[in-house]
Nanobody, 116 residues
Framework: QAQLVESGGGLVQPGGSLRLSCAASGFTFSNYPMNWHRQAPGKERELVAGISSTGGTATYADSVKGRFTISRDNAKNTVYLQMNSLKPEDTAVYYC?????????WGQGTQVTVSS
C-alpha cells in the first residue's frame, strides 16, 4: 500500500527558508508524478507544485513561482519542496500527494508557520 510521510515543517520568520521532504513507499516511486499541496485555516486545499516522474518537468502555482522549488530523488524515493522568501500567507499544512493506479494517496501533512 502506498504511503507518504512528510517532514521538515516548522516555524520560520518572514523571508526565511524551509525544505520539506516526503518519503514514499509501497509503490514504484520513479513511475509516478508527485505533487505538493497546502491547506491554510479556513481555506480549500490548493496545488502548490508538481513534478514529473523523471523530474524533468515541474509546475508551480503563481503564488509560489520563483520562490519554491520542487525536486525529487528517485534513488531515495523522496520528493522535496524548497521554500524560500517565505511569507505569512504561506502558513498552511503542506501535503504531498501521488495518484497511484487511479487512487489518490496523501501524507499526514506537515505544518509550516511563517510569523515574526
Amino acid at each position: 500500500q502506498a504511503q507518504l510521510v512528510e517532514s521538515g515543517g516548522g516555524l520560520v520568520q518572514p523571508g526565511g527558508s524551509l525544505r520539506l521532504s516526503c518519503a514514499a513507499s509501497g509503490f514504484t516511486f520513479s513511475n509516478y508524478p508527485m505533487n505538493w499541496h497546502r491547506q491554510a485555516p479556513g481555506k480549500e486545499r490548493e496545488l502548490v507544485a508538481g513534478i514529473s516522474s523523471t523530474g524533468g518537468t515541474a509546475t508551480y502555482a503563481d503564488s509560489v513561482k520563483g520562490r519554491f522549488t520542487i525536486s525529487r530523488d528517485n534513488a531515495k524515493n523522496t520528493v522535496y519542496l524548497q521554500m524560500n522568501s517565505l511569507k505569512p500567507e504561506d502558513t498552511a499544512v503542506y501535503y504531498c500527494n501521488a495518484y497511484v493506479r487511479g487512487s489518490g494517496h496523501w501524507g499526514q501533512g506537515t505544518q509550516v508557520t511563517v510569523s515574526s
